[in-house]
């Protein structure tokens, strides 16, 4: 009788065991599904968590070893035809805040112009055509194939005005001549003095060298206007004194 109730008893437990085989596999498959799911969910949010490749910063670098383009003509709003540099890769600049203007001075006037010989005093403000129409001397920024320079740095600071219309404020720079000062005064007072060189009048297409000449590294200034719709006068000079 024992024997009969240890064999029934066995019987019973080996039942339960094949009947929990299937609950426990049930639960390794499920516990391995979450496993894998939140393995998932781990790498796309680190993937989510990476920054994003700088496509601009990388476009915009210039390869310093591919062919440069020919150069080109361009039309000056200014009113003078340039033929354009090849292109230049782009340098990043630090912005500093410009020193509070002389007194009497507008708050954008970058400087001011004279030519004692010919009684010309005159503001200036870096600009375009749509500043030259303002009808003041305008450092001239508008298309042009070499980037403008402060006064008194190597290379050309070029200025233009109307001398006949918006307020004629080159009236009389027709009249320049050789050995004429140019004395331009920078915000900070300091007084850069060019002698007059040379004066040509030119159609309204010109040289790279009749704007910039041959030397990059000259300090000259430009002095142009327009002399009715075909001709354009440009006054040359060089920097002499710094005051």
């Keep these: ?32 599904v979450i496993a894998a799911f939140m ?26 070893s591919a062919t440069a383009s020919p150069p080109t003509s361009v039309a000056s709003s200014s009113g003078v035809q340039i033929a354009a540099a090849p292109t230049q890769p782009v340098t990043a600049t ?7 203007p002389p007194s009497g001075w507008a708050p954008a006037q970058e400087a001011s ?42 290379g050309t ?3 233009a005005g109307h001398q006949s219309t918006h307020g004629k404020p080159f009236a009389r720079l027709p009249e320049s001549a050789v050995g004429d000062q140019v004395v331009v005064t920078n915000r900070q007072g300091v ?30 200034i430009l002095l142009q206007t327009c002399l009715g719709s075909t001709r354009r006068l440009l006054v040359h000079g060089t920097l002499t004194g710094v005051s």
């Design 191 to 220: 007084s850069f003095t060019y002698a007059v060189t040379s004066t040509e009048i030119v159609g309204t297409k010109a040289p790279r060298a009749a704007l910039y000449g041959t030397d990059p590294s000259a300090r000259r």
């Design 1 to 32: 009788m024992e024997s009969t109730t240890k064999q029934e008893s066995c019987r019973r437990l080996d039942r339960l065991r094949r009947r929990s085989r299937p609950a426990r596999t049930r639960r390794v498959l499920l516990g391995v």
């Design 94 to 100: 630090t912005e500093h805040t410009p020193p509070a």
């Design 157 to 159: 600071y070029w200025l």
């Design 39 to 64: 393995s998932m969910s781990a790498v796309a949010q680190a993937g989510q968590a990476q920054p994003p490749t700088a496509d601009g910063a990388l476009g915009r670098q210039a390869d310093a």
């Design 113 to 154: 112009v004279s030519i004692p010989r010919l009684g010309m005093s005159l503001p200036v403000h870096m600009g375009g055509q749509e500043v030259i129409d303002q009808g003041v001397a305008t450092h001239y920024s508008g298309p042009v194939s070499r980037p403008p320079v402060s006064v008194g740095e190597a």
